[in-house]
């Protein structure tokens, strides 16, 4: 069993960046896939970016690719994301989901394919 908790939401301005945190907390964390969804106001949560365990693979949604980026440091039990040139559209609350899924040749990119998720951290991007 893991917990999760996403860190480093803010306010911000078109075209800035922010880099999303999510610590986790329980054992053999290295072997959970990790995705990011959002969920902006009024809207259903979508997907956004996901990480294979021990870091062996990345997929992005087509909205976020070239401007997100996921990424872990197993030693710190966290993953990441960095934002880079925000747009208002970005705007929502952001969660990070999580499965134990040491070997897979796909990853999940929706929320029924994660069982561990945290209570989310805002990010509000202003035009």
């Known amino acids: 069993q893991v917990q999760l908790v996403e860190s480093g939401g803010g306010l911000v301005q078109t075209g800035a960046s922010l880099r999303l945190s999510c610590a986790a907390s329980g054992r053999f964390f290295i072997n959970y896939e990790v995705a990011w969804f959002r969920q902006g106001p009024g809207k259903e949560r979508e997907f956004a970016a996901a990480?294979?365990?021990?870091?062996?693979?990345?997929k992005y949604a087509d909205s976020v690719k070239g401007r997100f980026t996921v990424s872990r440091d197993n030693a710190k039990d966290t993953v990441y994301l960095q934002m880079n040139d925000l747009k208002p559209e970005d705007t929502g609350i952001y969660f990070c989901?999580?499965?134990?899924?040491?070997?897979?040749?796909?990853?999940?990119?929706?929320?029924?394919?994660?069982?561990?998720w945290g209570p989310g951290t805002q990010v509000t991007v202003s035009s």
């Open positions: 990480i294979k365990a021990r870091g062996e693979g990345t």
């Open positions: 989901e999580g499965i134990y899924r040491p070997f897979s040749e796909t990853i999940g990119v929706e929320t029924y394919d994660y069982n561990y």
